[in-house]
C-alpha cells in the first residue's frame, strides 16, 4: 500500500432522501481537518482461571462511523450544510435577477435527513451510510477563515469499488463579512443595526444522535434517530459598555440573526451571495468579563436559543447564492 500525506484523502457527501440507496458523493468537500472513521465497540472477558489476569479475551459487538469534518465556507458547500443541520430540503425560490433563495427550517421530527459520506484515499476506498448530524460548529474571528465543523454518526462503513472526487474552483466567505444583528423581535432585526467590536462568534447546534443496535442489525446499528434538540450562541466583544451584562442579568430574550454577506462574488449582478441564521428568542445563560493586565479588555457570553412559540421555531436559515440544486421529485 501506498504512503501519503494526509491531504491526498477527499471526503464527499450524498444526501439520502427517501428511496436513495447509499452510493458515491455528488460532492466533494474541500476539508480543513477530518476525523471521521470506523468505530468499533468491545467487551472483554474476565472470567477467573485461577489466574491473577484480569481479561483472557475480547470481541467486538458493534462497529460503526463516527467523527468530524471541517472546511471553510465554500458557497457550494453551505446548501449540504444546511441540510443536514434542519434534517430535510428548504423551499426555494428564484429570484428576479436569476440567483436562488433558500429557506431552511428544522424538521420537527426524530428522523432527519440523512448522508452517505464518502472518504478517498490512496489505500482505501468506502462509503459509510446512513450518517445524521449529531452536532454543528459554525465559529468566526476577524483573522482567520470561517470554519464549519460537522459531528456524525453513521452506520458501519462499505468498501466501493470506486470513487473520483471532483472539485469546483468556488468562492468562501472572508473575515470581513459577517453579519450580527440583536433585536427586540425577528421583525425588527431587518432594520437593526450591525454589532460592533466583535472579536469572536461561535454557533452550535446539537441534536442528540443515537445509534441503536438489534439482533436484527449484527453487529452495526438497525436506526440512527435525533433527539433533543439545542442551539447556542458564542460571543466575545470589546467591553465598552453594560448591555449584555444587563441582559444576562434581567431575563431579556433578544431576536439574533448571524451569518455572513458577500458582496465581492455575487449570487447573481444585484444580489449578493449570504447565509443568514435567524435565532427568535436567545437568552444569555453566562456573561464573563475580561481584565487580562496587559490585554484589551473584553466580555463573553453565551446565548442559549429558546423555542419561541410565537415565530413556531427555535432557528431557521437562509441562503441566497448562485447554485441550482436538483431537489428530489
Not at 90 to 115: R, S
Not at 131 to 144: D, F
Amino acid at each position: 500500500m501506498a504512503e501519503f500525506k494526509g491531504r491526498m484523502a477527499g471526503v464527499g457527501l450524498l444526501l439520502e432522501d427517501e428511496g436513495v440507496t447509499p452510493g458515491a458523493a455528488e460532492y466533494w468537500l474541500p476539508w480543513t481537518d477530518l476525523s471521521f472513521k470506523d468505530t468499533s465497540d468491545q467487551i472483554q472477558n474476565e472470567s477467573a482461571f485461577n489466574n491473577i489476569a484480569h481479561y483472557n479475551d475480547q470481541i467486538t459487538t458493534g462497529v460503526h462511523g463516527e467523527g468530524s469534518i471541517t472546511g471553510k465556507l465554500w458557497h457550494k458547500s453551505l446548501y449540504y450544510t444546511l441540510c443536514l443541520i434542519f434534517g430535510q430540503r428548504p423551499t426555494v425560490t428564484e429570484l428576479a435577477d436569476g440567483a436562488f433563495q433558500y429557506d431552511f427550517e428544522m424538521l420537527n421530527t426524530n428522523k432527519h435527513l440523512g448522508a452517505t459520506i464518502s472518504v478517498n484515499d490512496p489505500n482505501n476506498k468506502v462509503i459509510y451510510p446512513s450518517a445524521l448530524l449529531n452536532s454543528a460548529n459554525i465559529s468566526w474571528s476577524p483573522t482567520g477563515f470561517t470554519t464549519a465543523e460537522l459531528s456524525l454518526i453513521s452506520k458501519r462503513s462499505q468498501t466501493i469499488g470506486s470513487l473520483t472526487p471532483a472539485y469546483i474552483d468556488d468562492a468562501e466567505f472572508k473575515p470581513d463579512m459577517l453579519s450580527l444583528k440583536i433585536a427586540d423581535s425577528v421583525a425588527d432585526l431587518a432594520t437593526a443595526d450591525v454589532a460592533e467590536s466583535i472579536t469572536s462568534v461561535s454557533l452550535s447546534v446539537n441534536k442528540t444522535v443515537e445509534g441503536t443496535q438489534t439482533s436484527s442489525s449484527g453487529k452495526d446499528y438497525e436506526v440512527l434517530m435525533n433527539g433533543d434538540l439545542e442551539a447556542t450562541l458564542s460571543i466575545e466583544k470589546l467591553y465598552k459598555d453594560l448591555a449584555y451584562r444587563n441582559m444576562a442579568l434581567n431575563d431579556v430574550a433578544k431576536a439574533v440573526q448571524f451569518g455572513f454577506v458577500d458582496t465581492v462574488n455575487k449570487a447573481d449582478d444585484n444580489t449578493p451571495t449570504s447565509l443568514l441564521f435567524t435565532l427568535p428568542k436567545v437568552m444569555l445563560s453566562s456573561y464573563e468579563p475580561s481584565y487580562g493586565l496587559s490585554d484589551t479588555a473584553t466580555e463573553s457570553f453565551e446565548g442559549m436559543g429558546m423555542l419561541s412559540l410565537s415565530e413556531g421555531a427555535l432557528i431557521t436559515a437562509t441562503l441566497v447564492t448562485k447554485y441550482a440544486y436538483t431537489l428530489p421529485s
